[in-house]
């Protein structure tokens, strides 16, 4: 079956060109206990041997960017109506960005450590069925700063299903992470980021404020622009996924909002 899926994924991809949901993205986002909007989210985790209040030592300090905490959001406004809005970045003129990952196949054990480190939110588009495979894994995570928003269940392009059957993937996911992680998505990723009219209908229907796209992709350690090469806008929003390269896709995801003096910041808490 994951074979199945992942030739398919790869099909997918390659007639399409996308950059977005290769092999192993997760969802998700940063509603742990600790995170309020527009501060560092703490480690909630038991310092193990350090009396570090706030960030733990770890092997990726000498390669982590460091940040100011992130500025107090300016909410923006979505809009209304039968269908959910469809955003690709945040509309701010804040020096923010926003580092978020797809799927979840692919657990690698770095990635606790370089969010603890890292000490910033992401958000994480999950599959449902996947989540549940290891739950402890995205928990961890979620405790840490990383929100859970739904990506589907099957990780099938939504325009090539009916309304009844995307409300199912998206409803579906968003109620089975809302049982994992204690907290029900209220944002959808869209697998392949392809969607039609349909999909933003059944996303309102399930309760979504908006469905993303994305502005930079990361893959490999390196990161893919969109307009000029090594430019990012207030607002823009990073895809990267939960893959082998996890670590050099986080720290040049990360380097790159360093190096266009942005801040990685709650996509939550940009919303209404
Ligand atoms: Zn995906």
Redesign the pocket.
């Known amino acids: 079956m994951r074979l199945l899926h992942r030739t398919s994924l790869l099909l997918l991809t390659a007639v399409l060109g996308l950059a ?3 092999t ?2 997760p969802a998700g986002r940063w509603a742990g206990p600790t995170a309020s909007a527009g501060t560092t989210p703490s480690p909630t985790g038991t310092a193990t041997g350090t009396a570090t209040p706030s960030r733990a030592a770890s092997p990726f300090d000498g390669r982590l960017p460091k940040f100011d905490p992130p500025p107090v959001p300016e909410k923006i406004t979505l809009a209304g109506g039968p269908t959910a809005p469809l955003l690709n970045r945040i509309p701010t003129t804040q020096r923010v960005a926003f580092l978020t990952i ?2 979840g196949w692919v657990k690698k054990p770095e990635a606790l450590a370089l969010l603890k480190a890292a000490g910033i939110p992401v958000t994480l ?1 999950l ?1 449902g069925p996947v989540a549940a495979e290891k739950p402890d894994f995205f928990t961890d995570l979620h405790r840490n700063g990383a929100t859970i928003q739904a ?1 589907s269940l099957n ?1 099938l392009s939504m325009p090539s299903l009916s309304y009844e059957r995307q409300k199912q993937e998206i409803c579906g996911s968003a109620d089975q992470l809302g049982k994992l992680f204690g907290e029900r998505p209220t944002l959808f ?1 869209p ?2 980021g392809e969607y039609n009219q349909t999909t933003l209908r059944a996303a309102r229907d399930c309760g979504m404020k908006a469905v993303f796209h994305w502005t930079q992709t990361v893959d490999k350690g390196k990161v893919r622009y969109q307009g000029e090469w090594g430019k990012m806008q207030p607002g823009d929003i990073m895809l990267m ?1 939960f893959r082998d390269a996890y670590a050099d896709d986080f720290l040049a995801a990360l380097s790159a909002m360093k190096a266009n003096n942005l801040t990685p910041a709650l996509l939550e808490s940009y919303l209404p």
Do not use: V
């Open positions: 977005g949901c290769g192993g993205e797809d799927d588009f599959l990506h990780h990723r697998p392949f996924h």
